[in-house]
C-alpha cells in the first residue's frame, strides 16, 4: 500500500482520531492493519500494536507483507529478500504488546509507556476485555494520536443476496457512534469461488463513515501485501 492509496482510504483521518476497521471473519482486518503499520513505521512513525494473538504470529505476518516473496523466484533470492526485510523491521519505530488482558486502564498505562503516534488495538472484545469506545475516543483525543480498533462484524449478513457488510454488522454499535471513521472490508472471491479472474484477489474497503466512498485494491493472500 502507497500513501496515495491510504490518502483515498482515509481522508478524513487527523489526529486525535478513532477508526475502526470491520468485517467479518478471515475478510483481512489484521492483515490490512499491518499493512499500514508497514506504511506508517516506512515514513518513520511510532506504532503500536497491541494483541491478543502470540507476538511471533504478528511479527511473521509482517515479515512477509515487508519481504513479499515470489515463488517464482529461486531460493536464494527469497533468502536475501527475507533477510532484508528482518534488517528493515528491526530498523522500525515498532512495539508490538501482546496480552490476553486488557482494559481501558492498561491501554492508558501502555500509551503513556510507549508514546505511539498510532495505536492498533487487536483484542478479541469479552467479559475479561471491556474497551470502551467513548473511553477510547477520549484517549485519542488526549494524547493526540490516532487508535485503530479492528472489530469483528457478525459471522453471517442477515442479507444472503448481499454480503456487503453495513454498520448494522459490527458487534459493537457504540464504535459507529464514537468512531470519527468506519472502514469495512469485503472481498467477493471469498464468498464466489466462480468470479472471473480480474475480480479474484481484490479486497474492497468501504469507507462507511463519514461518508459512503470505497477504493478497491490488489491483495496477495499468500503474502497478505495489499496495493501495489
Known amino acids: 500500500m502507497n500513501k496515495e492509496e491510504l490518502k483515498k482510504i482515509l481522508q478524513y ?16 482486518k489484521r492483515t490490512f492493519a499491518l499493512n499500514l503499520v508497514e506504511l506508517f513505521c516506512k515514513e518513520g512513525y511510532k506504532c503500536l500494536y497491541v494483541t491478543d494473538y502470540n507476538k511471533q504470529i504478528i511479527t511473521e505476518m509482517l515479515l512477509k507483507i515487508v519481504a513479499n516473496p515470489n515463488r517464482q523466484e529461486s531460493l536464494e533470492i527469497q533468502t536475501e529478500n527475507f533477510t532484508q526485510a528482518v534488517k528493515e523491521l528491526s530498523s522500525w519505530n515498532l512495539f508490538i504488546k501482546s496480552t490476553e488482558f486488557c482494559r481501558i486502564k492498561n491501554i492508558k498505562q501502555i500509551i503513556q509507556n510507549y508514546k505511539p ?5 487487536n483484542i478479541h472484545i469479552n467479559s475479561r476485555n471491556r474497551l470502551s469506545s ?4 477520549e484517549i485519542s483525543e ?7 480498533v479492528i472489530a469483528n ?4 449478513p442477515r442479507n444472503t443476496t448481499n454480503y456487503y457488510p453495513k454498520f448494522t454488522d459490527l458487534r459493537d454499535k457504540n464504535l459507529v457512534k464514537y468512531s470519527d471513521v468506519v472502514l469495512l ?18 479486497i474492497e ?10 477504493i478497491k485494491l ?11
Open 117 to 121: 503516534d498510532y495505536l492498533f488495538i
Open 153 to 156: 462484524t457478525r459471522r453471517e
Open 13 to 28: 483521518h487527523a489526529k486525535g482520531s478513532l477508526i475502526t476497521i470491520g468485517g467479518r471473519p478471515a475478510m483481512g
Open 205 to 214: 474497503i468501504i469507507q462507511a463513515k463519514p461518508e459512503n466512498n470505497s
Open 142 to 148: 488526549q494524547n493526540n494520536l490516532i487508535i485503530f
Open 134 to 137: 467513548e473511553k477510547l475516543r
Open 185 to 202: 472490508l469485503y472481498r467477493e472471491d471469498y464468498y464466489n469461488c466462480d468470479i472471473p479472474d480480474d475480480r479474484r484477489n481484490i
Open 218 to 228: 490488489k491483495f496477495n493472500r499468500k503474502t497478505g501485501k495489499i496495493g501495489t
